[in-house]
């Protein structure tokens, strides 16, 4: 049962530099990567809280019109 174990442990291990390698070869470096999943991230939440806003001023509005 200690095989299985240590192959996930030093897997485990290797991942970061495994991860930093593969996106330098993707012609990125880490802090271009950084930079691009958080104006994904900003853009994604934006996204999510437009539809969240019209909805509420749609109410208040509706809401004054009675």
């Not at 291990?13 to 994904?40: E, R």
Request: glycine share 4%.
């Amino acid at each position: 049962m200690a095989q299985p174990l240590e192959i996930t442990t030093e897997s485990l291990k290797a991942t970061p530099p495994t991860f930093v390698t593969a996106l330098y070869m993707g012609g990125m470096t880490p802090a271009d990567w950084v930079t691009a999943l958080t104006l994904l991230y900003l853009a994604l939440q934006i996204g999510l809280l437009i539809p969240h806003y019209v909805r509420k001023w749609k109410r208040w509005r509706n809401r004054d019109e009675s």
